[in-house]
């Protein structure tokens, strides 16, 4: 099983990886090596797919891969990759034997939901693969097959003792015990075991957590992978086709999955992007708190660099925890005063401001002026900025355009405000670095005096809450009333999602870890009538 982490159109690169893992695996005795749906190209490949030069490149590094897997006569190895074929193109897993192709499998159900696009791209397959190794008939499926009993029985009836699934299934919460109970369902239908084999990285958005295993025919877990880190994993196969027992990797709780899915994001999203490393702005509240831990897990604390810009507002309790925040991680920290060049605007501003009562607009302005320094500093050092905004404010955009929504990765786009709490609790389990007060004083954005962000906001656990059940869940607002939200809350956080489309549509990508987040599994038209 190569749990392995390709970059998205390095085709030479992911061919590498491929052999590499194939070589290793097979001086570890292994004669069938299964790498992930299109592991050859990364996934998803998206538009790329509609350039003619991308499937021949896909083409030539596929023949290259097998003369030099051929040296091996007995190695068996499984690649998925685009092929052309005379139905169109198909998202297609070639079984390589001996320097040719042995069998291959064009994926049957396209997914055309949620993150996934494919129908835009792949006609569907139709027929069963089914081919020997060792004296064992497997039969092979691909990743969103396996959610529909169709392909498995196909398998089982055209004589397949073992079902083999490469993913490339990417993560959201909860989503790896999802996978076991669905693949359970087909053992009990076929009994046959079968071996699910995941990518793993980060793909703009998208996480892809790995957490391979194997079912035996009884739908018993007998090998479990690590979640979020490249690796091999071996299966042993009895002469009766079926599956010996190998190592469990234990589970972890939701907030470890979710900080780990985070920091694999990034980490992957600066290092294939090839950024020398990433600013932060630090306003001593808990959401960049959490961000800078989050950087200094990924990429080292000698790429992170932290930027305190403290205006006539912030308490200074603020730019003490900023600084013990930065002092317990290591990074470099800078502080930067905005009162002048905030001041420099208001006085520009003054006389068409003459005779306007101060609202938010002056608020927004220090917002911008911070945006503004960060973007500086990342033109000057090519550090890429990371948005400190999370799930809760992008909903109802308590955030300001070119203002804190400024930079070129959303960390915690998806994380609402309750799970930060969560999150930044379990960090401090592994080494206390965020200061207690952080995590226990009220949340403010301090762009006026005594500011907290209840003052516009319904309580978090309230509007978590409600952006849960309206966003992910799509339920109605009477369905969400007769679950005992109030109905002012209801009408006011729906209201303010509605209203903020155009602000989130601006937003930098960042990581997905939810069943559905802002941004390509968020398909809402900005210019719309319709209020539920």
Wanted: charged share 20%; proline share 5%; glycine share 8%.
């Amino acid at each position: 099983m190569a749990q392995i982490n390709p970059l998205l159109g390095d085709l030479a690169g992911n061919a590498q990886l491929i052999h590499k893992a194939a070589l290793e695996a097979y001086t570890q005795g292994a004669k069938l090596v299964i790498t992930p749906e299109l592991s050859l190209t990364g996934y998803p490949p998206e538009d790329l797919l509609l350039r003619p030069a991308f499937i021949e490149a896909a083409e030539h590094e596929l023949a290259l891969l097998m003369q030099q897997l051929a040296l091996h006569a007995d190695l068996t190895v499984i690649v998925g990759h685009p092929q052309k074929t005379a139905l169109g193109l198909q998202n297609y897993a070639s079984v390589l034997r001996g320097g040719k192709v042995i069998a291959g499998y064009a994926k049957q159900e396209l997914p055309n939901h949620e993150v996934f696009d494919e129908v835009r791209y792949f006609v569907p397959g139709h027929e069963a693969c089914v081919f020997e190794c060792e004296g064992i008939r497997y039969g092979l499926i691909l990743c969103e097959d396996a959610w529909h009993t169709g392909p498995a029985m196909q398998a089982h009836t055209a004589g397949a003792q073992i079902l083999l699934v490469p993913n490339a299934s990417p993560y959201h919460l909860k989503k790896e015990a999802l996978r076991i109970e669905v693949l359970r369902q087909h053992i009990s239908l076929t009994k046959m075991p079968l071996v699910y084999v995941n990518a793993v990285g980060g793909q703009d958005e998208l996480v892809f957590d790995g957490g391979s295993f194997a079912l035996n025919s009884h739908g018993e877990v007998v090998m479990a992978m690590p979640q979020f880190e490249a690796g091999l994993g071996i299966v042993a196969i009895n002469s009766a086709a079926q599956l010996e027992k190998g190592f469990i990797t234990p589970p972890q709780s939701v907030e470890a999955q979710a900080y780990q899915a985070l920091v694999l994001g990034v980490r992957d999203y600066v290092n294939k992007n090839r950024f020398p490393g990433v600013i932060i702005g630090l306003s001593g509240g808990i959401d960049s708190a959490l961000v800078l831990a989050i950087a200094v897990d990924a990429l080292g604390a000698d790429r992170v660099r932290a930027v305190m810009m403290a205006s006539r507002y912030t308490a200074d309790i603020s730019w003490i925890d900023a600084r013990e925040l930065a002092q317990n991680l290591g990074v470099q920290y800078d502080e930067i005063p905005i009162g002048g060049p905030v001041d420099a605007l208001e006085q520009s501003l003054s006389e068409q401001f003459s005779g306007l009562k101060v609202d938010a607009t002056e608020e927004n302005i220090q917002a911008r002026v911070r945006g503004t320094l960060l973007m500086a500093l990342s033109n000057k050092t090519g550090r890429l900025v990371l948005t400190t905004g999370n799930k809760s404010e992008m909903a109802v955009g308590y955030c300001t355009l070119y203002g804190d929504m400024a930079g070129g990765f959303a960390v915690i786009k998806d994380i609402a405000k309750t799970l930060v709490y969560r999150l930044c609790a379990y960090r401090n389990q592994i080494a206390p670095v965020i200061p207690e007060r952080i995590l226990t004083r009220a949340p403010s954005a301090e762009l006026r005096p005594d500011q907290t962000d209840q003052d516009s906001l319904p309580s978090y656990e309230v509007l978590d809450g409600i952006v849960e059940r309206y966003m992910e869940q799509n339920q109605s607002i009477a369905q969400m009333i007769a679950a005992g939200f109030d109905a002012d809350s209801v009408e006011k956080v729906t209201r303010l999602i509605k209203l903020n489309e155009y602000k989130r549509r601006q937003a930098p990508p960042g990581v997905r870890v939810t069943t559905r987040a802002f941004g390509r599994d968020w398909r809402y038209p900005i210019t719309s009538q319709f209020r539920a």
